[in-house]
């Protein structure tokens, strides 16, 4: 079956500008979590969503950054008025449930913000 | 922040040879899990240790976990060149629930 799907895949944009990452997790999957991998670094969590209870935020670096999750599928990452420390690769994980488990990861999104 | 530490950074071998990276944690854990990531992009998963295991195989790779020395080894056996990679430990934790902490990853370099 298809697998976790981002997009754009790339993207470049200007400091100051909104920027809007896109993620299509695995049909059937309840939990779904956004993280960020700057360059040679590990994973850093943003934010979780499980069903319809509250998403977890505390991972998120600023209010600049917001992500809605509509219907329980997909999920859209909001940076406003980005910035050059924005630049990272963007991961976008899905899984059965919000417990022990496996994460399926997408490709990602590389940002640049320039 | 980052609670998960790799060792070594980076390793090269020649193919053929085992391939052995190391993960500590800070903090109490449920599971451990570790994963690949090809040129910087998507992660996928080898394998996941439960707190109350000690060690664990699937194919070419095993995992042991010691939770007195919160720390996790991978060793992958007779390598391939097609296993250069970058190796994450993650965790999750009574505190974290499911999100996962990685570690900053293990480049591996097998050379044909």
């Known amino acids: 079956g298809a697998g976790v799907s981002q997009s754009p895949s790339n993207k470049v944009t200007e400091k100051g500008k909104d920027v809007e990452l896109r993620c299509d997790p695995i049909s059937g999957h309840t939990a779904l979590y956004w993280y960020r991998q700057s360059l040679g670094q590990g994973l850093e969590f943003l934010i979780y969503?499980?069903?319809?209870?509250?998403?977890?935020k505390s991972g998120l670096p600023s209010d600049r950054f917001s992500a809605e999750r509509t219907g329980g599928s997909v999920s859209t990452l909001t940076i406003q008025r980005t910035q050059q420390e924005d630049s990272a690769v963007y991961l976008c994980?899905?899984?059965?449930?919000?417990?022990?488990?496996?994460?399926?990861f997408g490709p990602g999104t590389r940002l640049t913000v320039t | 922040s980052q609670q998960g530490e790799e060792d070594p950074q980076a390793l090269s071998i020649q193919e053929g040879e085992n391939a052995t990276m190391n993960c500590s944690y800070k903090t109490s854990i449920n599971n451990l899990q570790w994963y690949r990531q090809n040129s910087g992009r998507g992660l996928v998963h080898l394998i996941l240790i439960r707190s109350n295991e000690r060690e664990k195989h699937s194919g070419r790779l095993r995992v042991t976990l010691d939770t007195s020395k919160k720390s996790s080894s991978l060793l992958i056996t007779a390598s391939r060149a097609a296993d250069t990679a970058s190796y994450f430990c993650?965790?999750?934790?009574?505190?974290?629930?499911?999100?996962?902490?990685f570690g900053e990853g293990t480049q591996l370099t097998v050379n044909p």
């Open positions: 969503f499980q069903g319809n209870s509250a998403p977890d």
């Open positions: 994980a899905s899984s059965l449930a919000g417990g022990v488990g496996e994460q399926y």
């Open positions: 993650a965790t999750d934790g009574e505190t974290s629930g499911s999100r996962l902490t």
